[in-house]
């Protein structure tokens, strides 16, 4: 992976962009391996993630996006609410998670 964004499979390139709701894993720091959401964009560098356990909606964790790893799948239920504004729990990120098969113990 190049930058967190781009992946070969076989001979091409596919390219997962950081978008609200995409589910990322950590590349780097204490969280190393771990799966997260994309909370919201700060700028072309810093996005916040959140796991809805060590990193809860009300506290996001700010990271580089170089030090993410983009995976193809998009909580969309949630990327909704994100979007509009409402309420979202830590239950329902870490259960979105759980449903795209992203548990914490990978």
Known sequence: LMD??????????????ICIGRVCRSKAGRDKGKYFLV??????QFVLIVDGAAHKIASPKRKRVKHLE???????????????????????INSALKSLGY???R
Do not use: P, Q, S, Y
């Open 39 to 44: 909370k919201e964009i700060v700028d072309e």
């Open 70 to 92: 983009c995976r193809g799948d998009v909580a969309e239920a949630i990327a909704a609410k994100l979007k509009e504004g409402a309420k979202v729990f830590d239950a329902e």
């Open 4 to 17: 967190g964004r781009v992946k070969v499979e076989g001979d091409r390139l596919v390219e997962h962009t």
């Open 103 to 105: 548990d914490e113990n």
